[in-house]
């Protein structure tokens, strides 16, 4: 059944009757105010990073291509490192130290995080060094980690790991602390055992916490990984741009940049999903109130 | 009904502590508690708001220590909170992460039922309080009737030798209040569960009850008790019935006469008073 607005918004005419859900279906709300662009936000969107491209693209070409490389010539370097398997076999290193340091640091930072939170011995015995480390920043402690762990695969896990071990950590224990004391009483008065406590309350009610916190860590991480391959053995994306600065060849620079951008993208919509996934009664929550 | 008592609360003493400009205080919240609740018994604990009530029904659970006295549930000392007494809150403590039919299991789980017992015992007691279609319902996406309806059936579903209930329509609108009335009454006469309910509602506490005790003010102690004379089941007719004003009147009279139930209780008095 479809009714026009003017129809179903005028008195006169009748309306059909609600189906057994209580909703009359066919109905359209009233257009929305504002015009075109307003409805269509993903046009301005468009129009503005075409216009930047174009504008790129002319101003690029008039300088020397050392200083600023243009959106055609990045093109061409794109093609080819893909070509020659360059930026796979980059990424492939890339995403190996990153997946290998995030892994750590969410197993790790969830198990301390949950420890500090429902522990005031663990929190008062560890709090004075994650609090100095989460201030302190990795870059700092490259060569260090250099000499303990050499330049190769390990290094750079290690400072990934330590990017985002804190976010997570962090979150966790805030969310562990922020449980509500009346849930924890629900199943202590159905004879729960601590254990039970932790796994039917606590932890549950700490995941959209702890997925907040992942969502920081995968930006930290990516930053991590870049500053891994910069300061230890060169490799994996970071090692392109700096290879590529070297050269003075700026067209390809561009390309394990914007892979890198498209990579931190990618890892942060990831997070995000699997964040509606992990806490479907907070996604309704949100659903109700739009 | 001694022997048999279903609970049997003796010379209960709680006192809250707290700090203050002048050193620590205690604060006496329930003194010299005694009571009992026959098996299939239905008692009201009814008084004035900060008397103690809600902190009694947490004792009888287990979830507070006492500070002297005892509580014995079918004649053995209450131990540590269990499946044999079933508490059910007043704001429904529903778990958000969990949908109506795993609110319901929480109980179940936590005793280590094992999983299809846990889902056929869920859904006969979400039929019995008429959630059928709503088992996958996350608790926000339920009025707040419904979700005190799953508070029942998660308490109901554990199969407790009693029911605690806190205030468990306090924070509902009077029609909803009337109509989960009449399905407890209903419930418990299918379930043949023995129930204490703490209300401040004199008319809530008459229309349910077999039996009201009447609290004081802090500290709170029963001061009286009356039993409520009203033929069971009772409909909607018994709330206009000659016999339900009576009683009612009654306790009233009680209440004005042995505790400040009609002189605003809380003024002025914030401190430690749990809601």
């Known amino acids: 059944m479809e009714l026009t607005k003017a129809a179903a918004l005028s008195t006169g005419t009748e309306l059909p009757p609600p189906g057994p859900d209580g909703l009359i279906y066919g ?23 075409c216009v930047v491209l174009v504008v790129w693209e002319l101003y690029g070409r008039a300088l020397n291509p050392v200083f600023l490389s243009y959106p055609v010539a990045i093109g061409r370097a794109l093609v080819e490192l893909v070509g020659n398997g360059q930026l796979l076999d980059a990424t492939f290193q890339t995403l190996r130290a990153l997946a290998a340091g995030f892994g750590v640091a969410l197993v790790a930072g969830v198990g301390v995080g949950f420890l500090m939170g429902r522990s005031r011995l663990v929190n008062l015995t560890l709090d004075p060094f ?11 402690l490259i060569p260090l980690i250099q000499l303990w762990f050499g330049l190769g695969l390990t290094a750079k896990i290690i400072i990934v790991g330590l990017s985002a071990f804190f976010p997570i950590a962090i979150n966790t224990q805030a969310g562990v602390r922020n449980v509500g004391q009346g849930l924890v009483d629900v199943v202590r008065a159905y004879g729960a055992t601590d254990r039970q406590v932790s796994t039917k309350v606590v932890l549950p009610s700490a995941v959209p916490f702890i997925m907040a916190g992942v969502r920081l ?74 | 009904m001694t022997a048999a008592a279903a609970l049997d609360v003796r010379n209960v003493r709680k006192l809250f502590f707290q700090p203050t400009p002048r050193g620590p205080a205690g604060l006496l919240v329930l003194d010299d508690v005694s009571f009992s609740v026959g098996a299939g018994e239905f008692v009201s604990a009814l008084g004035p708001s900060g008397c103690g009530k809600t902190t009694l029904a947490r004792i009888i659970v287990g979830l507070e ?9 079918g004649g053995r000392p209450a131990g540590p909170p269990g499946p044999d007494r079933c508490l059910v809150f007043q704001h429904y403590a529903l778990l958000p992460w969990r949908t109506v039919l795993g609110n319901v299991e929480l109980a179940m789980e936590i ?7 846990r889902r056929t015992r869920a859904r006969r007691f979400i039929e019995l309080v008429g959630l059928t279609g709503f088992e996958t319902r996350y608790p926000h996406q ?3 009737g419904m979700q005190q309806r799953t508070g029942l059936a998660r308490a109901l579903a554990a199969e407790p030798r009693m029911l605690i209930m806190d205030e468990p329509f306090g924070a ?20 043949k569960v023995t129930v204490l309910f703490v209300t401040h509602s004199i008319d809530e506490a008459v229309y349910l009850s077999d039996r009201i005790l009447v609290f004081s003010a802090r500290p709170g102690r029963p001061v009286a008790e009356l039993a409520v004379e009203l033929p069971k089941p009772r409909g909607q ?6 016999r339900f004003t009576e009683i009612r009147k009654a306790v009233s009279d009680v209440l004005a006469e042995r505790t400040d139930y009609y002189r605003g209780v809380d003024e002025g008095r914030g401190a430690l008073h749990r809601d």
């Open chain 1, 27 to 49: 109905l359209r709300p009233p257009p929305d105010e504002g015009g075109l662009l307003v409805r269509h936000p993903s046009v301005i969107r468009v129009t503005s990073v």
């Open chain 1, 130 to 140: 994650v609090t100095a480390l989460y201030n302190t920043p990795s870059v700092a």
């Open chain 1, 217 to 290: 860590a995968v930006g930290r991480a990516v930053i991590g990984v870049v500053t891994a391959e910069f300061f230890t053995a060169i490799s994996g994306l970071g090692g392109l741009v700096i290879v590529f600065s070297n050269a003075f060849a700026t067209a390809k620079l561009f390309v394990p940049v914007l892979t890198l951008v498209a990579l931190g993208l990618g890892l942060t919509s990831l997070a995000k999903w699997a964040e509606r996934r992990l806490t479907p009664w907070k996604e309704s929550e949100r659903a109700a109130a739009r």
């Open chain 2, 65 to 73: 220590e006492v500070a002297a006295g005892a509580v014995l549930i």
């Open chain 2, 111 to 117: 005793q280590g039922v094992a999983k299809d017992e």
């Open chain 2, 142 to 144: 339920l009025s707040g």
């Open chain 2, 172 to 191: 509902l609108d009077a029609q909803m209040r009337t109509l989960l009335q009449d399905e407890l009454l209903r419930i418990c006469d299918v379930m």
């Open chain 2, 237 to 242: 007719g018994a709330r206009s019935s000659h």
